[in-house]
């Protein structure tokens, strides 16, 4: 299945279930794990995962200021910044009118609030976050033991953790990146 945020064997691994031996129940909980990280981070499904190797282009608009924040991508994979038939990069660093810090590009001047930049780059992360796939770990193992309320009643699993909606950590790490990367940020 594609864009897991967590590979199916981790999880198994992670668990102490032995009896869980069905390889489609635990594809079928990653991809629902990874899914429900994006539905809870506001973005697409996919979002979070490691970058394509080939650049794709995506336009952004300019707020009247010289930052234009970029959604994740590789630092200096750029290879073409339009605005409507100005280019904006070169080759040579010395003549660029931006430059790159910290997911923004920082132009020279300021960008009008009309202007639609087309960024070719690598979009993406170069890495699955560590923290998301933790969570998401936590997340899948939670539901895995929540599945059976008797045994999790058996084994003094407390009422708090039973009916949670999220684990802890599932919790806490979304929090961050829906404010982030939401898609449904309006003013920033």
Same mark, same amino acid.
């Given at each position: 299945?594609?864009?897991?945020?967590?590979?199916?064997?981790?999880?198994?691994?992670?668990?102490?279930?032995?009896?869980?031996?069905?390889?489609?129940?635990?594809?079928?909980?990653?991809?629902?794990?990874?899914?429900?990280?994006?539905?809870?981070?506001?973005?697409?499904?996919?979002?979070?995962?490691?970058?394509?190797?080939?650049?794709?282009?995506?336009?952004?608009?300019?707020?009247?200021?010289?930052?234009?924040?970029? +959604?994740?991508?590789?630092?200096?994979?750029? !290879?073409?910044?339009?605005?409507?038939?100005?280019?904006?990069?070169?080759?040579?660093?010395?003549?660029?009118?931006?430059?790159?810090?910290?997911?923004?590009?920082?132009?020279?001047?300021?960008?009008? !609030?009309?202007?639609?930049?087309?960024? !070719?780059?690598?979009?993406g992360f170069a890495a699955i976050p560590s923290d998301i796939?933790?969570?998401?770990?936590?997340?899948?193992?939670?539901?895995?033991?929540?599945?059976?309320?008797?045994?999790?009643?058996?084994?003094?699993?407390?009422?708090?953790?039973?009916?949670?909606?999220?684990?802890?950590?599932?919790?806490?790490? !979304?929090?961050?990146?829906?404010?982030?990367? +939401?898609?449904?940020?309006?003013?920033?």
């Open positions: 299945m594609p864009n897991l945020y967590v590979e199916v064997e981790t999880i198994k691994n992670a668990a102490v279930a032995n009896e869980a031996d069905n390889d489609d129940v635990w594809e079928l909980l990653a991809d629902g794990v990874s899914r429900l990280f994006d539905r809870e981070c506001e973005v697409s499904d996919g979002f979070f995962n490691v970058a394509e190797v080939a650049v794709s282009t995506k336009s952004f608009r300019g707020k009247s200021t010289q930052y234009l924040k970029l +959604s994740p991508y590789i630092p200096d994979s750029i !290879t073409s910044i339009d605005d409507a038939g100005t280019e904006y990069f070169e080759a040579d660093e010395s003549d660029r009118q931006y430059h790159e810090a910290d997911g923004y590009l920082v132009f020279d001047f300021n960008l009008p !609030t009309s202007a639609i930049i087309a960024v !070719t780059a690598r979009f796939q933790m969570a998401c770990i936590e997340q899948a193992l939670f539901q895995w033991r929540k599945k059976d309320l008797a045994f999790a009643d058996m084994s003094g699993v407390s009422a708090a953790a039973i009916n949670a909606e999220f684990s802890p950590t599932f919790s806490a790490v !979304t929090k961050r990146y829906r404010e982030i990367y +939401s898609l449904n940020t309006y003013f920033s």
